[in-house]
């Protein structure tokens, strides 16, 4: 299905296709609650090896049975296991044999639960695993940030509608990320100079569908009126066109939460001074939230509003106070905290709980400096993939994330002068393989495959969200 010598565009909108015919199955209900919170399908195994598929129920389950499909049947091939007591997540292997090279397979949950004299089979259609081997990657860069960002905007027109923040600062385009994923839309970077601005309108005017909206991140100290002018030329109406200003980025960032209208959807509580963080959490497509050492009293007053099923601290106390996880504590909001032991590992945590075994895709960005990073997010998300944080010399739990998850290829935000080819290939081929040799070569890689000895671990992670 996916060869490594495909472009990036086709391959993402492929995957994109598949993702929505089998990874976004709605929920099954059963006395109007949802019993499934979610599974592993998509995947893609190893000739030779196997991985696990899981399920995470919210309700007491009697039985779970893996079924393959076989022709118009649906035929039992494995028992699962209950993890824990509270029977909310199962899980088998699929294994493979170094034979299966090439072969698809459907594969869904047959769940048995008390009172109910019928099966539920979840999802309904199964859910695709493929055996490869096949393992590649691709740039998105430019000779500049503005330039990046484009590019990254380019894998998906038209445009639903377009994001515009300053390339300079971080805060803005991170505090609207969960806006770009609610309208597909691009997160495009400008500085205050026309010829910038004038080529990002341009590329709109040609890009942007006919009845797409252009939203404005910040006031005119960080994008200039200027841009507004230069839209006009191209066509772009003002009524089309919304700005968010507030006194100060915590402002701005709650404006354009309150003009998504969220109410449950979990929060992604990040430090608004410090871009790593809230970069990882930006592919997640929940709301970010920028804080400072304390919450102000409009973000008090909004989150009151809320009825969120998490609300996620991402990184440490030094990067979100331990005042701001007491305050949602003392108003009963179900907290957690993802605090790794620096920016790295905590990338490498979100990865883990939100995208374990569900994304053939994984994107890398360079995780001393915002620019090239802050467009990837919605990317990211647009095609179910996590972001991960990595230098040339921090790259040990982006690599332990491939081994658990089984990424087939890597987006690259930013060019080999931030992060060099070797280290991508650290990362994807895992282990050297060479003997010697550095672990970049894809045919030492498919050697030891087939013959059984690819890089797959037994050691199922624990979940630590949901236990």
Not at 23 to 33: F, P
Not at 415 to 438: K, Q
Request: net charge negative; glycine share 8%.
């Amino acid at each position: 299905m996916k060869k490594r010598n495909v472009k990036l565009l086709s391959l993402l909108l492929a995957f994109a296709l598949v993702f929505t015919m089998v990874g976004a199955t709605a929920s099954v209900s059963y006395a109007e609650m949802p019993l499934v919170w979610n599974y592993c399908g998509p995947m893609w195994i190893w000739p030779g090896s196997g991985a696990s598929a899981w399920i995470r129920t919210t309700q007491s389950v009697t039985s779970v049975t893996l079924q393959v499909e076989d022709g118009s049947l649906w035929l039992d091939c494995a028992e699962c296991t209950s993890k824990d007591d509270r029977n909310d997540y199962w899980y088998t292997s699929i294994l493979s044999t170094s034979e299966d090279e090439g072969n698809i397979w459907y594969y869904r949950f047959k769940i048995v639960y008390p009172g109910s004299a019928e099966p539920v089979y979840y999802p309904e259609n199964g859910f695709r695993v493929e055996c490869t081997s096949a393992v590649g990657g691709e740039r998105i860069y430019g000779p500049n940030r503005y330039d990046t960002a484009l590019k990254a905007a380019q894998v998906f027109t038209p445009w639903p509608a377009v994001v515009i923040a300053c390339g300079t600062n971080f805060a803005d385009a991170l505090g609207g990320t969960y806006l770009a994923t609610k309208y597909e839309a691009p997160i495009l970077l400008v500085n205050n100079t026309s010829a910038v601005m004038d080529d990002i309108a341009g590329q709109i005017g040609e890009n942007i569908a006919e009845d797409g909206r252009v939203f404005i991140l910040g006031g005119t100290g960080a994008v200039s009126e200027y841009m507004e002018t230069a839209l006009a030329e191209q066509g772009i109406q003002a009524d089309k066109i919304t700005r968010f200003a507030g006194k100060n980025r915590y402002d701005t960032n709650l404006q354009v939460l309150k003009y998504c209208m969220i109410t449950s959807e979990e929060l992604m509580i990040c430090c608004g001074t410090e871009f790593a963080d809230a970069l990882s959490a930006s592919a997640l497509g929940y709301p970010v939230v920028l804080v400072g050492k304390t919450l102000t009293d409009d973000q008090k007053e909004y989150f009151k509003t809320l009825s969120p099923y998490y609300v996620n601290m991402v990184g440490g106390t030094g990067a979100v106070p331990q005042v701001i996880e007491d305050w949602f504590e003392e108003n009963s909001f179900h907290i957690w905290r993802y605090a790794g032991k620096n920016r790295y590992e905590t990338s490498y945590m979100l990865a883990l709980d939100y995208f374990l075994q569900q994304s053939y895709y994984v994107f890398f960005a360079y995780a001393r400096n915002f620019p090239d990073g802050l467009a990837a997010g919605p990317l990211a998300y647009r095609v179910g993939a996590p972001l991960l944080l990595i230098d040339d010399g921090h790259y040990l739990d982006a690599e332990r994330f491939i081994i658990f998850n089984d990424c087939r290829y890597a987006i690259v935000m930013g060019g080999p002068a931030l992060i060099a080819d070797y280290t991508i290939e650290r990362i994807l081929y895992s282990y050297d393989l060479t003997d010697g040799g550095h672990a970049g070569a894809p045919g030492a890689l498919r050697a030891a495959a087939a013959a059984g000895r690819a890089p797959f671990s037994e050691e199922y992670p624990v979940w630590s969200k949901y236990h």
